[in-house]
């Protein structure tokens, strides 16, 4: 069963934008926080935003701040990735997770995740 389900990624020219979808079909995760990973070719799995179960705090990486916007609706059980101003090194599947314990930046505190939503940024 999947828990998660990315959905927006696509093909974009340097300089466009993407909303990332994450959904959540099987299980609410409204007590859960929220975060975005992204693993492009020969690459380490990355963070990239978090943001708390309350929607209260946010978290970027810094290759995401000022471009890229986390968001949820609790009602709607959905998380978002904004993405502005998009440059070819963010090419890469993007992943949703869900930590019940907590955002965080490193991976392993993440229990569930999506098949992840590619998204290819052409310059």
């Known amino acids: 069963q999947v828990l998660l389900v990315e959905s927006g990624g696509g093909l974009v020219q340097a300089g466009g934008s993407l909303r990332l979808s994450c959904s959540a079909p099987?299980?609410?995760?409204?007590?859960?926080?929220m975060g975005w990973f992204r693993q492009a070719p020969g690459k380490e799995r990355e963070f990239v935003a978090s943001i708390t179960s309350s929607g209260g705090s946010t978290d970027y990486a810094d290759s995401a701040k000022g471009r890229f916007t986390i968001s949820r609706d609790i009602a709607k059980n959905t998380v978002y990735l904004q993405m502005n101003s998009l440059k070819p090194e963010d090419t890469a599947v993007y992943y949703c997770?869900?930590?019940?314990?907590?955002?965080?930046?490193?991976?392993?505190?993440?229990?569930?995740w999506g098949r992840g939503t590619q998204v290819t940024v052409s310059s």
């Open positions: 997770a869900a930590s019940y314990v907590g955002s965080s930046y490193s991976a392993s505190s993440y229990r569930y």
């Open positions: 099987g299980r609410t995760f409204s007590s859960y926080a």
